[in-house]
C-alpha cells in the first residue's frame, strides 16, 4: 500500500523517487526547513512561499490532530542525527550485522522518547480513504501573504483575507 502522505525537506532526489514510485502520494514539505531557508532572504520569502504554497499546506487535508506532527521532518531527523553521531564517532563498526545491530539498537533506545501521534485514532480512517471531519482554515479561502513582525520574533505567519 503506497504511502498517504510524504514528509520531507527540499531534497529533489527525495521528491523525484517519491513521484516515481508513488505518485499518488501527497507532499509535505518540512515548515522548519522552509522558514530556515528563507528567513535570510525575505525579500524574496513570498515568492517562495507562495510558489510552494500547495506542498506545504498538504496537511490540511489531514485530521487536525495531525498537523503538528506531518508539517515538519524533525521528529524523524533528530532521531537519524542520534545515529549519524554514533556511527560517525566509531569507525569502522565492523560487520554490517554488527553496523545494524548498532543502528537497531540507537534507533529503539530513541523510540522511547517518542509520544504517540495525536489522532492516532484516525489513521485507520486515513488509510481506507474515509471522510474525516475537517477544520475549515483561512488557508481554504484563497488570498493569503506572509507577513512578519517584531512580536513573533521574525517568524513569518501567514494572513489570509
Known amino acids: 500500500m503506497p504511502p498517504k502522505l510524504a514528509i520531507g525537506d527540499g531534497n529533489l532526489g527525495f521528491w523525484s ?6 505518485p499518488e502520494t501527497k507532499e509535505q514539505r518540512c515548515w522548519v526547513h522552509k522558514t530556515a531557508n528563507i528567513l535570510d532572504k525575505l525579500p524574496k520569502a513570498v515568492e517562495c512561499l507562495v510558489k510552494d504554497r500547495g506542498s506545504l499546506l498538504s496537511f490540511y487535508d489531514f485530521p487536525a490532530e495531525h498537523w503538528r506532527h506531518i508539517r ?20 569502522g563498526q565492523g560487520t554490517m550485522n554488527t553496523t545494524l545491530l548498532m543502528v537497531f539498537k540507537l534507533v529503539d533506545a530513541a523510540s522511547k522518547g517518542w509520544l504517540r501521534l495525536s489522532g ?16 475549515k482554515t483561512s488557508a481554504d ?3 493569503c501573504e506572509i507577513q ?11 494572513v489570509c483575507r
Open 17 to 22: 523517487a517519491m513521484r516515481e514510485i508513488y
Open 72 to 91: 515538519t521532518t524533525n521528529a524523524i531527523e533528530s532521531t537519524f542525527a542520534t545515529v549519524r553521531l554514533r556511527t560517525d564517532k566509531t569507525r
Open 120 to 135: 492516532h485514532k484516525h489513521i485507520v480512517k486515513v488509510l481506507n480513504n474515509e471522510p474525516i471531519a475537517k477544520v
Open 141 to 143: 479561502e484563497g488570498d
Open 148 to 158: 512578519t513582525s517584531h512580536k513573533t520574533g521574525g517568524i513569518p505567519k501567514a
